[in-house]
Nanobody
Framework: QVQLVESGGGLVQPGGSLRLSCAAS????????MGWYRQAPGEQRELVAV???????NYTDSVKGRITISRDNAKNTVSLQMNSLKPEDTAVYYC???????????????WGQGTQVTVSS
């Protein structure tokens, strides 16, 4: 059993900052990519940022320069530091990870339960 548990969402004013965290737990042999997606009401889920086990990162264009993804491989955690937040960043944010539970099993994709981020004055 593998679980991803997110924390850190909330309400923030435009221009403010939030930090989201996600911890993977359970039967974990290795974790490949970890990332954050978001889904606004009436919209499809979209990639926000992703980071590989080696630390390479990729961001969607709308968040470049404002949002930073990082991970701690020893603790199986991934974080998203969000600065200069805009109302259009309002969405449910989901943690995602590609996890191999044992050396004899393939990698599977896991999702967190989601955390609400609301940017409003």
């Amino acid at each position: 059993q593998v679980q991803l548990v997110e924390s850190g969402g909330g309400l923030v004013q435009p221009g403010g900052s939030l930090r989201l965290s996600c911890a993977a737990s359970g039967s974990i042999f290795s974790i490949n990519a970890m990332g954050w997606y978001r889904q606004a009401p009436g919209e499809q889920r979209e990639l926000v940022a992703v980071i590989t086990s080696g630390g390479s990162t990729n961001y969607t264009d709308s968040v470049k320069g404002r949002i930073t993804i990082s991970r701690d491989n020893a603790k199986n955690t991934v974080s998203l530091q969000m600065n200069s937040l805009k109302p259009e960043d309002t969405a449910v944010y989901y943690c995602h990870a590609e996890i191999q539970s044992s050396r004899w099993l393939p990698r599977y994709k896991y999702w967190g339960q989601g955390t609400q981020v609301t940017v409003s004055s």
